[in-house]
């Protein structure tokens, strides 16, 4: 097994070693290993869906003022971009609406029975930020839509705001993927963080 670096060998084991003794016994190996995982808890449970609400809110609020009924000479364009507007009314309302209750269950509940119930809901946990996600979907093509139909007649300017348009959803889906694979890859690092610990018990008897 390869030597770590003395100063790095003492940055481990003081990260882990609590009762400072240069040390790290399976007491603190235990609590080094729940602190690189996230448990749900009523503090986190409560903390997402409030900002999801929050932001729900505030998209579906976008998405209302930009509704406005076709006229009867509307072409098939406006008739799209009405609809992914009114997608966007319902799906943050409902994601605000769902975060709302989620938000009251968990404060009705004792802090010991927040953890258990949240691993038996994880579908429903997961319906705020799926709704969300279809709303800001929904409005962000319906505000590229609404940019080509009144930038008409102006051929750079369309394609200008097309190009912005579409480089932005795709930088938002980007994004995602980017933190799932961190997400994944932590993960993993997790799983693996038993034989670091067991290296740096080592280290820590060596010296």
Not at 31 to 53: F, H, I, K, Y
Not at 66 to 95: F, K
Not at 184 to 197: E, F, Q, R, Y
Request: hydrophobic letters at 50%.
């Amino acid at each position: 097994m390869p030597k770590m670096p003395k100063e790095a060998k003492n940055e481990a084991i003081k990260s882990f070693d609590l009762d400072g003794d240069s040390v790290v016994d399976e007491a603190e190996m235990m609590v080094g290993l729940a602190s690189l995982m996230a448990e749900p808890d009523r503090e986190r449970l409560c903390n997402d869906v409030l900002n999801t609400s929050v932001m729900a809110a505030l998209i579906g609020g976008f998405a209302l003022g930009n509704l406005s009924a076709p006229g009867e000479d509307a072409e098939r364009l406006d008739t799209y971009i009405y609809m992914l507007s009114y997608i966007t009314v319902h799906a943050c309302t409902c994601s605000a609406l769902t975060s709302a209750f989620i938000y009251a269950a968990v404060n009705q509940m004792e802090d010991d029975a927040v953890h258990e119930w949240a691993k038996t809901q994880k579908v429903l946990l997961m319906l705020p930020m799926m709704k969300f996600v279809c709303g800001c979907m929904a409005y962000m093509v319906s505000v590229i839509l609404g940019s080509w139909r009144d930038l008409d007649g102006g051929d750079m300017a369309q394609a200008i705001a097309l190009a912005v348009g579409v480089m932005s959803v795709s930088s938002v889906w980007v994004a995602f993927g980017i933190i799932q694979r961190s997400i994944i890859k932590s993960k993993a690092a997790v799983k693996k963080a038993p034989a670091k610990i067991s290296q740096v018990v080592a280290l820590g008897v060596d010296s």
